[in-house]
């Protein structure tokens, strides 16, 4: 299956990355984040407003979508480690 061509034009290998999770967390793959298909209908709103934010992020400029990506990779960060953290503790107790 080819990619789409929105997706081709990602070649920065940690904006790809950060792709790569926003697509995991969802449940969906990678090339279904870049589907013209505008129907939502199968997923909740929450996912609807999710995908829709996605979908313009790609219209922001590379420096813009570099500053998106890395928020994202922070907070997923930050919760991975939190989450190793807590279970780090639990192995404690």
Not at 2 to 27: D, Q
Not at 67 to 83: E, Q
């Amino acid at each position: 299956m080819a990619l789409p061509s929105s997706l081709r034009s990602v070649t920065n290998p940690r904006e790809r990355r950060t792709l790569e999770k926003i697509a995991k967390a969802l449940g969906v793959k990678l090339s279904e984040l870049f589907e013209t298909d505008d129907n939502l209908t199968d997923i909740n709103s929450y996912d609807a407003s999710l995908m829709e934010k996605i979908k313009l992020i790609e219209g922001l400029s590379e420096e813009e979508k570099k500053t998106v990506f890395n928020t994202v990779d922070a907070f997923i960060g930050k919760k991975k480690l939190k989450d190793a953290l807590e279970n780090a503790l639990q192995d404690v107790k």
